[in-house]
Nanobody, 114 residues
Framework: VQLVESGGGLVQAGGSLRLSCAAS????????MGWYRQAPGKQRELVAA???????NYADSVKGRFTISRDNAKNTVYLQMNSLKPEDTAVYYC?????????WGQGTQVTVSS
């Protein structure tokens, strides 16, 4: 199974980006799908996650600006990021968790200029 991320890039503050993460191969018993990010010199942190039941969880710093969604039929998860701030600059990683294993994407760079 591989997770392929896309949608990162350079954007000005106040702009928007949409990240996508598609899983190749079959994944069974998915518990949750989500996005993490890691800025230089900082620990990786949870940005947003969505459970198989549709419950969403967001970091306080992105509430009201980011929206996570998923397409179960395509094993794809999205992150719509609006009103981006320079402090959102980081490498964003896709994560899919099953009952036995967690899969990670390779990461996509998001850079927000002031």
């Amino acid at each position: 199974v591989q997770l392929v991320e896309s949608g990162g890039g350079l954007v000005q503050a106040g702009g928007s980006l949409r990240l996508s993460c598609a899983a190749s191969g079959s994944i069974f018993s998915i518990n949750s799908m989500g996005w993490y990010r890691q800025a230089p010199g900082k620990q990786r942190e949870l940005v947003a996650a969505i459970t198989s039941g549709g419950s969403r969880n967001y970091a306080d710093s992105v509430k009201g600006r980011f929206t996570i969604s998923r397409d179960n039929a395509k094993n794809t998860v999205y992150l719509q990021m609006n009103s981006l701030k320079p402090e959102d600059t980081a490498v964003y990683y896709c994560n899919i968790r099953t009952v036995v294993v967690a899969y990670w994407g390779q990461g996509t760079q998001v850079t927000v200029s002031s």
